[in-house]
């Protein structure tokens, strides 16, 4: 069974540009979240989609947006970028307990300069 | 909403001593505890989990401890390895879908 893919896993960007990432889950996986990762932050949860819809809402802002589509992949937008969005995010996929393990994918690392 | 604090921020042992982490949650409702461990430059991976109707699981050289009255819940590794060298977290979620809060980490180093 594939694990939970993402892509990029690098990339650069300027302030003011946006940026997507993307998340296919485990196959079979209906939930997928995501996760800002920091030095000394730990990982801030920022969204969760289950069957296309936006479940829970972590306190980021604006800037910060997802989606969810069909096949369950995932998609996560940050517009406006800023130095301080310089980090790893992490997307995780959840089987169908809804209360169990998250599965993590290796992560996009951002940095923005 | 959920805050859990975790301590410590980091931990030496020597190979073979025990390691013990630390994290104090603050919403009575949150009933799932996992614990995670990631090394360098890999993802994050499920190692252990415990559920509120249960004060203590273990499994081989891992155990976790609940006291829910405290608010509370520790990570127990004994006869520590190198290998077991890596970035800790807690986290707690109230389950049915609701959203994981994790802890800020604790870097373990195991001396060998």
């Known amino acids: 069974k594939a694990g939970v893919t993402q892509t990029p896993r690098y990339l650069i960007k300027t302030r003011g540009q946006q940026v997507t990432l993307s998340c296919s889950p485990i196959s079979g996986h209906r939930s997928v979240s995501w996760y800002q990762q920091t030095p000394g932050q730990g990982l801030q949860f920022l969204f969760e989609?289950?069957?296309?819809?936006?479940?829970n809402k972590g306190n980021f802002p604006g800037r910060f947006s997802g989606r969810q589509f069909s096949n369950s992949r995932s998609e996560m937008n940050v517009s406006t970028l800023e130095l301080g969005d310089s980090a790893l995010y992490l997307c995780a996929s959840q089987g169908f307990s809804n209360t169990g393990e998250l599965f993590f994918g290796e992560g996009s690392r951002l940095t923005v300069l | 909403g959920e805050n859990v604090e975790q301590h410590p921020s980091t931990l030496s042992v020597q190979e073979g001593d025990s390691a013990v982490i630390k994290c104090t949650y603050s919403d009575s409702a949150s009933n799932y505890f996992p614990w995670y461990k990631q090394e360098l430059g890999k993802r994050p991976q499920l190692i252990i989990d415990?559920?509120?109707?249960?004060g203590e699981k273990k499994d081989q050289r891992i155990a976790v401890t609940l006291n829910k009255t405290a608010k509370h819940f520790s990570l127990h590794i004994t006869e520590t390895q190198p290998e077991d060298s890596a970035v800790y977290f807690c986290a707690a979620s109230r389950g049915g879908g609701n959203q994981f809060y994790f802890g800020t980490g604790t870097s373990l180093t195991v001396i060998p």
């Open positions: 989609y289950f069957s296309e819809t936006q479940r």
């Open positions: 415990i559920r509120s109707n249960v």
